[in-house]
């Protein structure tokens, strides 16, 4: 059963960067997409962004596109999130999620418990 676990989150100032890590544990997700979402408080769940099993292909909300970026390094089984240039708006609880190439782009087979990002004006 594979685990994942993100870090990197905390208080910011607007302007401020933050680097976001989403660690597998307990097997490989070299093979899965991976995606962040983020939940504000009383707001729905939305995309941020997700990367290919491979890594050469990326997506982003327009919200975060140009400010974020996401990668992986499939050798630490790793992925992360790269968020510049930080907006109040972002604040959010992080998480990723990993889908098995075989799955529908909205079914995903793990999740982590996700990491607190808050951005101050």
């Known amino acids: 059963q594979v685990q994942l676990v993100e870090s990197g989150g905390g208080l910011v100032q607007a302007g401020g960067s933050l680097r976001l890590s989403c660690a597998a544990s307990?097997?490989?997700?070299?093979?899965?997409?991976m995606t962040w979402f983020r939940q504000a408080p009383e707001k729905e769940r939305e995309f941020v962004a997700a990367?290919?099993?491979?890594?050469?292909?990326?997506e982003y909300a327009d919200s975060v596109k140009g400010r974020f970026t996401i990668s992986r390094d499939n050798a630490k089984n790793t992925v992360y999130l790269q968020m510049n240039n930080l907006k109040p708006e972002d604040t959010a609880v992080y998480s990723c999620?990993?889908?098995?190439?075989?799955?529908?782009?909205?079914?995903?087979?793990?999740w982590g418990q996700g990491t607190q990002v808050i951005v101050s004006s």
């Open positions: 307990g097997g490989t997700v070299s093979n899965y997409a």
């Open positions: 999620a990993a889908r098995d190439v075989g799955r529908a782009p909205w079914e995903f087979d793990y």
């Open positions: 990367i290919s099993s491979s890594g050469d292909s990326t």
